[in-house]
């Protein structure tokens, strides 16, 4: 991992924490919880993607790695269409779009695919937009702390 890669930036943790107050009116952590305790020790999954035509994956803390079975080099360069299967893509499409209309999306459950192929549901997930606080569009982030086997 390098100083310029999101996982413990400091700058990145904020575009995450702000845009997720801004967006859902609450924090995504407890006061005194930043970026290395969001990589290394958040008990739920946090992922983020950017606005490409085709959204690749720009963080992944360690829970979303354990979850998805990636680890921060194949997570940061896969397309976030494969985080589901061919036939639930149209679904996460419309969820995103949803998202773009109205800021965040909540209690979302989708089926998603790890990289081994095994499938799981995440459970009462919370999607929404990564907006600077100019209000600049530069990506998409989910968390979710509970998912089951498929």
């Known amino acids: 991992m390098s100083p310029d890669e999101p996982s413990t930036s400091q700058a990145f943790f904020e575009l995450l924490a702000q845009s997720f107050l801004r967006a859902v009116g609450r924090p995504l ?9 969001l990589y290394f020790d958040a ?4 992922v983020a993607h950017n606005t490409e035509p085709d959204p690749r994956f720009i963080y992944a803390n360690l829970t979303a790695q354990r979850c998805f079975g990636y680890s921060w080099d194949e997570f940061t360069k896969l397309p ?3 985080s589901a299967e061919a036939p ?4 996460r499409q419309a969820l995103l ?15 998603r695919v790890r990289k081994s192929g095994a ?6 997930g919370l999607v929404w ?10 990506g998409q982030a989910a968390t979710f ?5 498929a």
């Open 145 to 149: 702390s509970s998912w089951t086997e």
């Open 97 to 111: 779009d949803a998202v773009a209309r109205q800021g965040f999306i909540a209690n979302y459950r989708g089926l």
């Open 43 to 46: 008990p739920f999954v946090v």
């Open 80 to 82: 976030s269409r494969l």
């Open 129 to 138: 937009e990564l907006r600077s606080e100019a209000g600049i569009r530069l």
């Open 119 to 124: 499938h799981f549901w995440m459970e009462d």
């Open 29 to 37: 952590v407890e006061p005194g919880q930043g970026a290395e305790w």
């Open 88 to 91: 639930d893509r149209l679904e």
